[in-house]
């Protein structure tokens, strides 16, 4: 049993959000569902530690700040490894120029832009041609904070789409004067920096400078010590890169217009980042999914992996994880909980011979490597997931008579619950779909309505797309026109 694969117990309520969170966008991940290669490599910068990227392969020298606040320490130094962990983007438009004043030629320009019908697709205009003011409605795929998907297929889409995102942003921004963005998940009104990515930041700081001092100090003292950590960081780093790039599009897009000065006086982002939720209606929506889950492990489902219970998403969800686990885990799981195993034994071994200081070192490097493994591939989850898919796929059909007496049996069991269900699952699309998406469209018009705000855009779940835009028609002025842009090819 490797060191972090603890059991962990999928249920089939968790089983069904998953694949609901999943249906839409498994419409993007190729039908083969073979496992997909990790993500290119980035080259390094020399030939220093061979096979690491350009991050990897000296510590970033301090920022050095006259400010005295240790916030803006922080910040400069976050913002610095951000810079380093930016994907390149492709088909960047760095000029800036004035931008149009008719809804027309934003989309004419916007369609001539050569990313366009290749990383992201404008739908047609429904506007009057002449309106100055544009809500650019832009839906998204992101990720999970419940659920595994970093390693797969299925989290290579995600980053793609985000990626995406970041480069329409960038953009909009240049060609197009946007200047602010409202964001699902947030209920600020002022969102001047992303949460998960200077956390992400903060984890690739601390294992790079936990990994130079072990080879420093520590790797002269036992052989194995410097090859091994190479060969976990090369294991990691394609997927490191991808945990990133999923993270938040919208959030790199505002990171990478930001001034690198954080004390100059320009410092503050381009664009104004803003919250779309109401948190009291967060709060009321989490409490009626508890709910819904809680009644959900209580139905009966029937024991069939081919039973009317699992749906079209399911059934594919069960194919991916049957079809690239085994080779995730012989390639990526398996050496690096070996690794992690391996620099924990010999850092151990450092301190019974009297070498503390190289044992703590490499003990340093160790846990935060542990740490980052275990929060951005999340293998306890994921092998939990496979065993739970393989059993689904062993499981015996019964008998139609065996059938036929547990339906009978069940069915006045599951009659209550479904009623109850039935209420609770109308009520949770009461406040998380309209409720929410009223809410989203009172905060960008109170937005739009100050300052000089002529261009904003909505990023919210691909779910709320045509609902949202229906609502937003009916609540705009006709000065102001909506522009749908998916960062990805399929209609919804």
């Not at 990313?115 to 009057?128: C, D, F, I, R, T």
Request: aromatic letters at 6%.
């Amino acid at each position: 049993m490797l060191s972090w694969m603890s059991s962990a117990k999928i249920t089939s309520s968790s089983r069904r959000t998953y694949a609901s969170f999943a249906l839409g966008l498994l419409c993007l991940v190729v039908t083969s569902c073979k496992a997909p290669p990790p993500p290119p490599a980035i080259a390094p910068a020399s030939e220093e530690i061979v096979g690491l990227a350009p991050y990897w392969q000296k510590p970033l020298p301090r920022v050095e700040s006259k400010v005295a606040e240790a916030t803006t320490y922080v910040h400069a130094t976050r913002d610095a490894w951000l810079h380093r962990l930016s994907p390149t983007l492709p088909a960047l438009a760095t000029d800036s120029r004035p931008a149009p004043t008719r809804v027309s030629e934003h989309l004419e320009i916007l369609r001539a832009h050569t990313a366009h019908q290749k990383h992201y697709w404008s739908e047609p205009l429904h506007a009057a041609p002449e309106a100055q003011r544009i809500i650019w409605l832009i839906p998204q795929y992101h990720r999970s904070s419940e659920f595994p998907e970093v390693w797969s297929s299925l989290g290579a889409e995600i980053a793609q789409v985000q990626n995406n995102i970041d480069l329409l942003i960038t953009t909009l921004h240049h060609q197009h004067g946007l200047s602010c963005i409202g964001i699902e998940g947030q209920s600020a009104k002022r969102l001047p920096r992303s949460r998960v990515l200077d956390q992400a930041a903060r984890w690739v700081e601390t294992l790079a400078h936990h990994f130079h001092r072990a080879r420093t100090q520590s790797g002269a003292s036992d052989p194995r010590i410097q090859p091994t950590m190479d060969a976990a960081l090369r294991t990691l780093q394609p997927y490191l890169s991808r945990y990133v790039q999923l993270l938040d599009g919208a959030g790199m897009a505002v990171h990478r217009l930001t001034p690198r000065d954080i004390t100059g006086p320009n410092y503050p982002p381009p664009i104004v980042r803003f919250g779309l939720e109401d948190s009291k209606l967060n709060q009321r929506a989490v409490e009626l999914l508890a709910q819904i889950r809680e009644r959900e492990k209580r139905l009966i489902l029937p024991p069939t992996s081919e039973s009317p219970g699992e749906s079209e998403a399911e059934q594919a969800l069960r194919t991916l994880w049957l079809d690239e686990f085994p080779s995730f885990d012989s390639e990526t799981l398996t050496p690096l909980s070996q690794a992690i195993d391996l620099l924990s034994s010999v850092s151990q071994e450092l301190k019974r011979d009297g070498l503390t200081g190289d044992a703590d070192e490499l003990n340093q490097f160790t846990r935060q490597l542990r740490l980052m493994v275990q929060t951005i591939l999340r293998p306890a989850d994921i092998t939990a997931y496979h065993t739970h898919y393989q059993a689904m796929a062993t499981t015996p059909a019964p008998t139609p008579e065996s059938a036929e007496t547990l339906a009978a049996d069940h069915a006045s069991h599951n009659a209550t619950l479904e009623a109850e269900l039935d209420v609770l699952r109308q009520s949770y699309t009461d406040v998380a779909h309209t409720e929410r998406e009223a809410h989203a469209i009172a905060r960008t018009l109170e937005m739009l309505s100050q300052g000089s705000h002529q261009s904003c855009a909505i990023v919210m779940g691909a779910g709320h797309l045509r609902s949202l835009e229906k609502r937003l028609r009916d609540a705009l002025p006709a000065d102001t026109a909506i522009i749908v842009v998916r960062p990805f090819a399929h209609p919804i």
